[in-house]
């Protein structure tokens, strides 16, 4: 027998597919076997992985018999009822090897019994598979009648029936993680309709992930054309009768199977569920106004869960009414935590099986006056009424108040609702009885026609004996006379009452109720109370415990600093360290504080700074304080329990419960000090009170930046513990290795991790790439299709993205979004070749105009908004309401940006989203304010086009692709009401989907060419960073109007300011002139600086006109202090320089006198002494050492008269320096104009590129304009005009030998927008700014080494000392030749 069932056993499960080989071993783990029996280890079964080993194993474990029994329940288990009946049919033929007959036996029995014998083996195979079970258990009913009876004693049949059916078998019991859920699948595609059961779950949760509450009617029904086609072809023949379409025969009519209900598809879920996506489903039905599960029945054991971590992270807001004395006040809870915060609690609970009164209605009622259904209730329209799942389970729904007078209660009150007969689930009433405030019980008279003797039963006698409030519903009775009962025991007759005066007295009864009676309790208190009566906990479990206990002691460390002082002492690497380290590492990018330094050694200077600011974070890391260290062992990754995310999210808890109270405290004082600055500004004041309280709100806004705390900051510390390691240690340690893998598990995980730095605006490049590194080694490197979103401050792009993807990036909850965040969503493995790509990572940015606690830059904001939006292959734009004027604004900058980043080859997209604002139904109202949205984007994007000379630009699309068709969304309103009891509105919902299908649809069909993989993503956003970095311009504004307002007055201001250097070097000529024609012996500074300063104050009236009558003097008003200070500057400066020179001129004047009287001294007494030597000295002639050393004496006894010892004079000018920085000030609009300077030697000779220098002057022109032949004959011939006019002017500086002056550079600039203006007005083409950076990079190249020959041969010409130097030699010579002449003479 062994040997024919086990080649009988293999030839069944040679059947199975492996997907149903799969859940054969997964059932074999969970069917009820006899009592002696137990099941196979998982382990075991592991190994087990052909079918030959599978069959051994199941007869070695379970026997030749009961094998038998096992592969028949496991196969109806998984649905293959064939290959059951086909093991009954087996064991029929081999009946007799199971009892007690012998091999001979069975043929001898064969052989004798008659045909009517062989009927009786179905009977025995029942009741040996019967016995076999345990309990006598039996399986799901098949065509044999021997097994019809299993379904009705196997305990759990009917849940595992509901699982299969549902197909979650898989998933059984808490396997479904929260990634799962969120994984990107072709219901989020294709759309939310179930096209047969086995996606009923997955429906539920796309519409519950998009908050759409119609998911309580979700049901799935067979259509006609589902539904067997009954006939013959014969039968189809024959032609229907009148009489027979009216007339419904015997065995015409069939039973419809039932649909699963929409509670017990929820309920399958919740225990299928892991305990994150039991959170987050319970997180969404509340959004829906659902109400929650509060005491699960497990479905398979008579056992009750109480899911105090799953209601965990339910937020209510709402507000109270406090009367006191007369007055009253608004008392606010916004986004506060209801498992903790104290509430009465009011419990419906019905005893009898004959109350017809729902009381599902009756607290609809009191919730919202039924306009929605929180509570489900056997009136829905569509599904079934036999729920499953429900019976015994309890229910809660919390009643929050808006403060208005319509509110049914003052207070934040829970109900909860137990489902079914009262009598039926004990432990369950006794616990409700405890945790309420009051208890509302719902009878019925009808069972008994003597009154209420059938009624009295110990339950209710614990009712009434209780001290508690009781309030109890007679269903059946009209009007119940007043009798002397307790105050706090109320009847009330319900029979014949509607609606709304059911719902006005119980609100009556309670009210006062509540007010005298019992003290309100938490979700916390329940829970010690539910363990009291034996329910299961589910934060009672080893690892929510262990979680528990680290973030505590996270906890403890951080209470012993005080809050303010957290950061500073306990997280230092991301304070001013990085901070500073930022700012170095943009100044090495953009150069503007280089003074007089030259590039190259201004860019080590900061290299070797922001080292030393490494090696300072790496001293601190070395002492690594207890915090991080604590922090860094509590998240390592723990696959099987996910320990790590557990305690991430108690630690959120705690910090927001250890922070709530202070930073609350703070937003305060600063709402009153902003309120108290803009008040004085508006008066214009600028009195000391203005300062003082612009100080105390610089102190309450540091305060607030350094008592924000949060998980992500001790993320973000990791982040540079890595970065400093990485830049400052040789030796790559643990400590080193581990930290980027941590982050990579849990983004992998389904966690945000940091992109940018929201408090230092910052990306760090080292640590992001290590991150993207982890993963790619984690997942492979896999292909990812990125979404960037963009948005105002509080335009609902958060709950949209929690919506649409399930996703929540700010750790603290309650916190705005800073900086950028990035999360990693998985695309279901199917689906991945259809869309193309493996995983879909979302880029969330901070909200746009937020109002920051200090004052941003205006810069932060457009670098962030240039960032995402080139990052993502797609960009959603979330705007609230119909106007694009609020970001249109940051989106110009944006373009600005991307056209000067041309050589990233950047195209994003770009989906608008306008919330609150729905679409209209009249397609040409509609495709009307499409098309204006459309020209506004054109018209800021040709704006932004012809400020940077792109010719080819003429519309939004040629720079972030668009579609008006499908690339503009309209959502309605996120509520059906007012809140806090409204639920969303259906149509929000639609509109997400709508957008998610249409986002996904746009990834399938227009991005597969520009989709990366993580490692080129991860090059991506290093590359696009460092170009962000080197815009040293644009970023500073705020539109496009700015932009050209701005340099409209640069260029008029750079004519003044040449205007004033000009004047300045023809006045220096000037003196110069009156020095050496002994006209002036003397240089007052008062004089010069008169001169100047008139006409300084005469360019500076000028500069007021300019700022008083110019179109954008509104815009350009705040710059006018900084062009004053500038020009302030510029005249200090050239004051300074002009009483230097003058001086200089002076004393190289009086000892050039001098030098004429001297050196004929000089002379003199060398000769003298070369007539006294030739006289001692007769019969030699001194050596040349001699001679010299007696000339150098009396060179210098004299030289000392003429030149005075503090004698001193200016230094070489640095004329390389001050080229670069102006250069650097000049085209500071030019893009990437750091490394065109800095690397400006190796360029090759300027030659025109007629693509590149020359655009249309026609605003109009659609394309790039084809130069003629005489238009390019006047370009060249103005370019060589312009290089003779400026070689001439160079020559000629050199030749009057005048000396160098930092003005030659800005002649030779302002020549050369001069000359370029003139020789195109009036023509069809621009010369373009390219054209005259790279033509004067070469005319100043030229230039600065003809003003360095110059600069040499005045200081050899004008300076006394090596004036004096250069006649000291010919004078010797003199004096050897004398000494020589008289010693010949001799």
Same mark, same amino acid.
């Given at each position: 027998?062994?040997?024919?069932?086990?080649?009988?056993?293999?030839?069944?499960?040679?059947?199975?597919?492996?997907?149903?080989?799969?859940?054969?071993?997964?059932?074999?783990?969970?069917?009820?076997?006899?009592?002696?029996?137990?099941?196979?280890?998982?382990?075991?079964?592991?190994?087990?992985?052909?079918?030959?080993?599978?069959?051994?194993?199941?007869?070695?474990?379970?026997?030749?018999?009961?094998?038998?029994?096992?592969?028949?329940?496991?196969?109806?288990?998984?649905?293959?009822?064939?290959?059951?009946?086909?093991?009954?049919?087996?064991?029929?033929?081999?009946?007799?090897?199971?009892?007690?007959?012998?091999?001979?036996?069975?043929?001898?029995?064969?052989?004798?019994?008659?045909?009517?014998?062989?009927?009786?083996?179905?009977?025995?195979?029942?009741?040996?598979?019967?016995?076999?079970?345990?309990?006598?258990?039996?399986?799901?009913?098949?065509?044999?009648?021997?097994?019809?009876?299993?379904?009705?004693?196997?305990?759990?049949?009917?849940?595992?029936?509901?699982?299969?059916?549902?197909?979650?078998?898989?998933?059984?019991?808490?396997?479904?993680?929260?990634?799962?859920?969120?994984?990107?699948?072709?219901?989020?595609?294709?759309?939310?309709?179930?096209?047969?059961?086995?996606?009923?779950?997955?429906?539920?949760?796309?519409?519950?992930?998009?908050?759409?509450?119609?998911?309580?009617?979700?049901?799935?029904?067979?259509?006609?054309?589902?539904?067997?086609?009954?006939?013959?072809?014969?039968?189809?023949?024959?032609?229907?009768?009148?009489?027979?379409?009216?007339?419904?025969?015997?065995?015409?009519?069939?039973?419809?199977?039932?649909?699963?209900?929409?509670?017990?598809?929820?309920?399958?879920?919740?225990?299928?569920?892991?305990?994150?996506?039991?959170?987050?489903?319970?997180?969404?039905?509340?959004?829906?106004?659902?109400?929650?599960?509060?005491?699960?029945?497990?479905?398979?054991?008579?056992?009750?869960?109480?899911?105090?971590?799953?209601?965990?992270?339910?937020?209510?807001?709402?507000?109270?009414?406090?009367?006191?004395?007369?007055?009253?006040?608004?008392?606010?809870?916004?986004?506060?935590?209801?498992?903790?915060?104290?509430?009465?609690?009011?419990?419906?609970?019905?005893?009898?099986?004959?109350?017809?009164?729902?009381?599902?209605?009756?607290?609809?009622?009191?919730?919202?006056?039924?306009?929605?259904?929180?509570?489900?209730?056997?009136?829905?329209?569509?599904?079934?009424?036999?729920?499953?799942?429900?019976?015994?389970?309890?229910?809660?729904?919390?009643?929050?108040?808006?403060?208005?007078?319509?509110?049914?209660?003052?207070?934040?009150?829970?109900?909860?609702?137990?489902?079914?007969?009262?009598?039926?689930?004990?432990?369950?009433?006794?616990?409700?009885?405890?945790?309420?405030?009051?208890?509302?019980?719902?009878?019925?008279?009808?069972?008994?026609?003597?009154?209420?003797?059938?009624?009295?039963?110990?339950?209710?006698?614990?009712?009434?004996?209780?001290?508690?409030?009781?309030?109890?519903?007679?269903?059946?009775?009209?009007?119940?006379?007043?009798?002397?009962?307790?105050?706090?025991?109320?009847?009330?007759?319900?029979?014949?009452?509607?609606?709304?005066?059911?719902?006005?007295?119980?609100?009556?009864?309670?009210?006062?109720?509540?007010?005298?009676?019992?003290?309100?309790?938490?979700?916390?208190?329940?829970?010690?109370?539910?363990?009291?009566?034996?329910?299961?906990?589910?934060?009672?479990?080893?690892?929510?415990?262990?979680?528990?206990?680290?973030?505590?002691?996270?906890?403890?460390?951080?209470?012993?600093?005080?809050?303010?002082?957290?950061?500073?002492?306990?997280?230092?690497?991301?304070?001013?360290?990085?901070?500073?380290?930022?700012?170095?590492?943009?100044?090495?990018?953009?150069?503007?504080?280089?003074?007089?330094?030259?590039?190259?050694?201004?860019?080590?200077?900061?290299?070797?700074?922001?080292?030393?600011?490494?090696?300072?974070?790496?001293?601190?890391?070395?002492?690594?304080?207890?915090?991080?260290?604590?922090?860094?062992?509590?998240?390592?990754?723990?696959?099987?329990?996910?320990?790590?995310?557990?305690?991430?999210?108690?630690?959120?808890?705690?910090?927001?419960?250890?922070?709530?109270?202070?930073?609350?405290?703070?937003?305060?004082?600063?709402?009153?000090?902003?309120?108290?600055?803009?008040?004085?500004?508006?008066?214009?004041?600028?009195?000391?009170?203005?300062?003082?309280?612009?100080?105390?709100?610089?102190?309450?806004?540091?305060?607030?930046?350094?008592?924000?705390?949060?998980?992500?900051?001790?993320?973000?510390?990791?982040?540079?513990?890595?970065?400093?390691?990485?830049?400052?240690?040789?030796?790559?340690?643990?400590?080193?290795?581990?930290?980027?893998?941590?982050?990579?598990?849990?983004?992998?995980?389904?966690?945000?991790?940091?992109?940018?730095?929201?408090?230092?605006?910052?990306?760090?490049?080292?640590?992001?790439?290590?991150?993207?590194?982890?993963?790619?080694?984690?997942?492979?490197?896999?292909?990812?299709?990125?979404?960037?979103?963009?948005?105002?401050?509080?335009?609902?792009?958060?709950?949209?993205?929690?919506?649409?993807?399930?996703?929540?990036?700010?750790?603290?909850?309650?916190?705005?979004?800073?900086?950028?965040?990035?999360?990693?969503?998985?695309?279901?493995?199917?689906?991945?070749?259809?869309?193309?790509?493996?995983?879909?990572?979302?880029?969330?940015?901070?909200?746009?105009?937020?109002?920051?606690?200090?004052?941003?830059?205006?810069?932060?904001?457009?670098?962030?908004?240039?960032?995402?939006?080139?990052?993502?292959?797609?960009?959603?734009?979330?705007?609230?309401?119909?106007?694009?004027?609020?970001?249109?604004?940051?989106?110009?900058?944006?373009?600005?940006?991307?056209?000067?980043?041309?050589?990233?080859?950047?195209?994003?997209?770009?989906?608008?989203?306008?919330?609150?604002?729905?679409?209209?139904?009249?397609?040409?109202?509609?495709?009307?304010?499409?098309?204006?949205?459309?020209?506004?984007?054109?018209?800021?994007?040709?704006?932004?086009?012809?400020?940077?000379?792109?010719?080819?630009?003429?519309?939004?699309?040629?720079?972030?692709?668009?579609?008006?068709?499908?690339?503009?969304?309209?959502?309605?309103?996120?509520?059906?009401?007012?809140?806090?009891?409204?639920?969303?509105?259906?149509?929000?919902?639609?509109?997400?989907?709508?957008?998610?299908?249409?986002?996904?649809?746009?990834?399938?069909?227009?991005?597969?060419?520009?989709?990366?993989?993580?490692?080129?993503?991860?090059?991506? /956003? %290093? #590359? !696009?960073? +460092?170009?962000?970095?080197?815009?040293?311009?644009?970023?500073?504004?705020?539109?496009? &109007? *700015? =932009?050209?307002?701005?340099?409209?007055?640069?260029?008029?201001?750079?004519?003044?300011?040449?205007?004033?250097?000009?004047?300045?070097?023809?006045?220096?000529?000037?003196?110069?002139?009156?020095?050496?024609?002994?006209?002036?012996?003397?240089?007052?500074?008062?004089?010069?600086?008169?001169?100047?300063?008139?006409?300084?104050?005469?360019?500076?009236?000028?500069?007021?006109?300019?700022?008083?009558?110019?179109?954008?003097?509104?815009?350009?008003?705040?710059?006018?202090?900084?062009?004053?200070?500038?020009?302030?500057?510029?005249?200090?400066?050239?004051?300074?320089?002009?009483?230097?020179?003058?001086?200089?001129?002076?004393?190289?004047?009086? /000892? %050039? #006198? !001098?030098? +004429?009287?001297?050196?004929?001294?000089?002379?003199?007494?060398?000769?003298?002494?070369? &007539? *006294? =030597?030739?006289?001692?000295?007769?019969?030699?002639?001194?050596?040349?050492?001699?001679?010299?050393?007696?000339?150098?004496?009396?060179?210098?006894?004299?030289?000392?008269?003429?030149?005075?010892?503090?004698?001193?004079?200016?230094?070489?000018?640095?004329?390389?320096?001050?080229?670069?920085?102006?250069?650097?000030?000049?085209?500071?609009?030019?893009?990437?104009?750091?490394?065109?300077?800095?690397?400006?030697?190796?360029?090759?000779?300027?030659?025109?590129?007629?693509?590149?220098?020359?655009?249309?002057?026609?605003?109009?022109?659609?394309?790039?304009?084809?130069?003629?032949?005489?238009?390019?004959?006047?370009?060249?011939?103005?370019?060589?005009?312009?290089?003779?006019?400026?070689?001439?002017?160079?020559?000629?500086?050199?030749?009057?030998?005048?000396?160098?002056?930092?003005?030659?550079?800005?002649?030779?600039?302002?020549?050369?927008?001069?000359?370029?203006?003139?020789?195109?007005?009036?023509?069809?083409?621009?010369?373009?700014?390219?054209?005259?950076?790279?033509?004067?990079?070469?005319?100043?190249?030229?230039?600065?080494?003809?003003?360095?020959?110059?600069?040499?041969?005045?200081?050899?010409?004008?300076?006394?000392?090596?004036?004096?130097?250069?006649?000291?030699?010919?004078?010797?010579?003199?004096?050897?030749?004398?000494?020589?002449?008289?010693?010949?003479?001799?």
């Amino acid at each position: 027998m062994e040997r024919t069932w086990k080649a009988f056993l293999l030839n069944i499960l040679e059947d199975l597919t492996e997907e149903e080989m799969g859940k054969f071993k997964y059932q074999l783990k969970n069917i009820d076997l006899a009592k002696e029996y137990s099941h196979i280890k998982r382990g075991t079964l592991q190994k087990a992985n052909t079918v030959a080993l599978l069959a051994d194993t199941l007869i070695q474990h379970y026997g030749e018999e009961y094998s038998m029994t096992v592969t028949h329940d496991v196969l109806l288990a998984i649905n293959q009822r064939n290959l059951a009946d086909l093991i009954i049919s087996q064991m029929g033929k081999s009946g007799p090897s199971m009892g007690t007959s012998t091999k001979k036996e069975s043929k001898r029995k064969l052989d004798n019994e008659a045909k009517s014998d062989e009927d009786k083996w179905p009977k025995k195979i029942q009741k040996l598979i019967t016995s076999m079970r345990p309990n006598g258990s039996t399986a799901h009913p098949t065509k044999s009648q021997t097994i019809n009876n299993i379904e009705e004693t196997n305990k759990n049949q009917h849940f595992n029936d509901l699982i299969q059916r549902l197909n979650l078998e898989c998933y059984y019991s808490k396997k479904m993680t929260k990634v799962n859920f969120l994984t990107i699948n072709k219901i989020s595609f294709l759309g939310i309709q179930p096209r047969s059961e086995r996606e009923l779950p997955y429906c539920f949760l796309e519409k519950l992930l998009v908050m759409d509450y119609n998911l309580r009617f979700l049901v799935y029904r067979k259509t006609i054309s589902n539904l067997p086609q009954a006939g013959t072809i014969e039968s189809e023949k024959k032609l229907p009768r009148f009489e027979d379409f009216f007339t419904i025969k015997e065995g015409h009519s069939a039973s419809v199977p039932t649909c699963i209900h929409p509670l017990d598809i929820q309920m399958a879920i919740f225990h299928c569920a892991d305990d994150f996506t039991r959170q987050f489903i319970l997180t969404k039905l509340s959004v829906c106004q659902f109400a929650l599960p509060f005491l699960v029945p497990n479905p398979c054991k008579s056992q009750v869960e109480f899911p105090l971590w799953s209601l965990g992270q339910i937020r209510k807001s709402w507000r109270e009414v406090e009367k006191i004395g007369w007055e009253t006040k608004i008392k606010n809870y916004d986004n506060h935590l209801i498992s903790s915060q104290p509430i009465h609690i009011v419990s419906l609970i019905r005893i009898g099986d004959f109350v017809s009164t729902s009381k599902s209605q009756i607290l609809n009622l009191l919730l919202s006056k039924g306009k929605h259904d929180h509570f489900f209730h056997n009136n829905f329209r569509k599904g079934n009424k036999n729920c499953l799942l429900m019976a015994g389970m309890v229910e809660i729904c919390w009643f929050c108040p808006g403060g208005r007078a319509e509110d049914r209660f003052e207070n934040c009150i829970a109900f909860t609702n137990l489902h079914g007969n009262a009598e039926l689930h004990e432990k369950q009433v006794k616990f409700l009885h405890e945790v309420s405030s009051v208890t509302v019980l719902l009878l019925s008279t009808s069972e008994n026609t003597s009154g209420s003797a059938k009624m009295i039963t110990p339950l209710l006698r614990e009712f009434w004996n209780s001290h508690k409030p009781l309030i109890c519903l007679f269903e059946n009775v009209e009007n119940i006379l007043d009798e002397k009962y307790p105050p706090h025991k109320v009847r009330i007759g319900i029979k014949d009452l509607n609606k709304v005066e059911l719902a006005d007295k119980i609100t009556v009864t309670l009210t006062q109720l509540l007010k005298e009676f019992t003290p309100p309790c938490n979700l916390n208190n329940c829970a010690d109370i539910a363990r009291k009566y034996g329910f299961i906990i589910d934060e009672d479990q080893r690892h929510f415990q262990e979680s528990g206990k680290k973030a505590d002691s996270i906890i403890d460390l951080l209470r012993k600093v005080k809050l303010s002082q957290i950061k500073e002492s306990l997280l230092p690497l991301q304070g001013q360290l990085w901070h500073e380290w930022c700012k170095k590492d943009k100044e090495s990018y953009q150069l503007r504080e280089k003074g007089n330094k030259n590039i190259e050694q201004y860019k080590k200077e900061l290299e070797k700074e922001k080292q030393n600011i490494r090696w300072e974070q790496y001293h601190k890391v070395v002492n690594l304080s207890d915090l991080m260290e604590f922090f860094r062992q509590s998240l390592q990754s723990h696959p099987e329990t996910h320990t790590e995310l557990y305690f991430l999210q108690r630690l959120s808890l705690l910090i927001e419960q250890l922070t709530k109270t202070d930073l609350e405290n703070l937003h305060q004082r600063h709402s009153f000090l902003m309120t108290q600055v803009q008040t004085e500004k508006l008066k214009q004041s600028k009195t000391s009170s203005l300062r003082r309280w612009e100080a105390d709100l610089e102190v309450v806004s540091k305060e607030i930046r350094n008592s924000t705390l949060g998980p992500e900051h001790l993320l973000r510390e990791l982040g540079q513990i890595y970065e400093s390691l990485e830049e400052t240690s040789s030796q790559k340690n643990t400590l080193y290795l581990s930290v980027p893998q941590m982050a990579a598990d849990l983004m992998v995980s389904g966690f945000p991790i940091e992109l940018m730095d929201g408090d230092a605006s910052y990306v760090p490049l080292k640590w992001v790439a290590a991150v993207f590194d982890k993963i790619s080694e984690k997942l492979g490197d896999k292909k990812v299709f990125v979404l960037s979103v963009l948005g105002l401050h509080s335009s609902g792009k958060s709950t949209l993205l929690h919506a649409m993807f399930g996703l929540q990036f700010s750790l603290s909850v309650g916190k705005n979004t800073r900086g950028a965040y990035m999360q990693l969503l998985k695309v279901e493995d199917v689906f991945k070749e259809e869309l193309g790509f493996d995983f879909l990572l979302v880029v969330d940015s901070e909200g746009l105009n937020a109002p920051q606690p200090m004052n941003k830059v205006q810069s932060k904001e457009n670098e962030l908004a240039t960032f995402v939006t080139a990052l993502g292959n797609l960009t959603l734009v979330n705007i609230w309401g119909p106007n694009l004027s609020e970001i249109q604004a940051v989106l110009q900058i944006a373009i600005h940006a991307l056209l000067r980043m041309k050589q990233l080859n950047i195209s994003p997209s770009c989906l608008f989203v306008h919330q609150n604002t729905e679409e209209t139904i009249d397609t040409n109202q509609s495709m009307a304010r499409r098309q204006q949205l459309q020209e506004k984007l054109d018209g800021i994007t040709l704006a932004a086009a012809q400020y940077e000379q792109c010719s080819d630009v003429h519309c939004f699309n040629d720079v972030i692709k668009f579609d008006i068709r499908t690339h503009i969304h309209y959502f309605a309103h996120l509520w059906e009401g007012y809140p806090p009891m409204a639920p969303p509105n259906t149509c929000y919902s639609q509109n997400v989907r709508e957008l998610k299908s249409r986002i996904l649809k746009f990834a399938k069909e227009e991005c597969k060419g520009s989709i990366l993989k993580i490692s080129e993503f991860k090059v991506r /956003i %290093q #590359d !696009l960073w +460092k170009a962000l970095m080197n815009e040293n311009f644009i970023f500073r504004f705020k539109n496009t &109007r *700015e =932009v050209v307002a701005m340099d409209k007055l640069e260029t008029t201001y750079n004519g003044w300011t040449w205007e004033l250097q000009n004047y300045v070097l023809d006045l220096q000529n000037q003196l110069a002139k009156q020095i050496w024609n002994e006209l002036v012996q003397e240089i007052l500074r008062s004089s010069v600086e008169s001169q100047i300063v008139e006409k300084h104050e005469a360019i500076k009236q000028e500069l007021e006109k300019y700022f008083q009558e110019d179109q954008d003097r509104d815009i350009l008003a705040s710059w006018k202090g900084k062009f004053e200070d500038d020009l302030r500057t510029l005249k200090n400066k050239l004051v300074v320089e002009t009483i230097k020179k003058c001086e200089d001129l002076l004393t190289r004047k009086k /000892i %050039q #006198d !001098l030098l +004429k009287v001297q050196k004929v001294k000089i002379e003199q007494k060398l000769q003298e002494k070369v &007539r *006294e =030597v030739a006289t001692f000295v007769k019969s030699t002639e001194l050596q040349e050492k001699e001679l010299r050393d007696m000339f150098n004496k009396i060179w210098s006894e004299n030289i000392s008269i003429v030149l005075p010892p503090s004698l001193s004079f200016a230094d070489d000018p640095d004329i390389d320096v001050d080229l670069e920085n102006i250069l650097l000030q000049h085209f500071k609009q030019h893009p990437n104009i750091v490394s065109k300077i800095r690397y400006r030697g190796t360029k090759k000779p300027f030659s025109i590129n007629y693509s590149k220098h020359v655009i249309s002057s026609q605003t109009s022109q659609v394309n790039a304009p084809s130069v003629e032949g005489f238009e390019k004959d006047i370009i060249m011939n103005t370019t060589a005009h312009i290089m003779k006019v400026v070689r001439e002017v160079i020559n000629i500086r050199e030749q009057n030998n005048q000396g160098y002056s930092s003005s030659y550079f800005h002649e030779i600039l302002q020549m050369i927008d001069t000359e370029t203006a003139s020789a195109t007005q009036g023509l069809a083409f621009v010369l373009n700014n390219r054209y005259k950076l790279e033509l004067a990079l070469e005319l100043v190249q030229e230039a600065a080494k003809s003003f360095k020959r110059m600069s040499i041969a005045f200081k050899q010409e004008n300076n006394p000392v090596l004036y004096l130097e250069s006649l000291k030699e010919e004078i010797f010579n003199d004096f050897r030749s004398s000494h020589k002449n008289y010693s010949n003479v001799n």
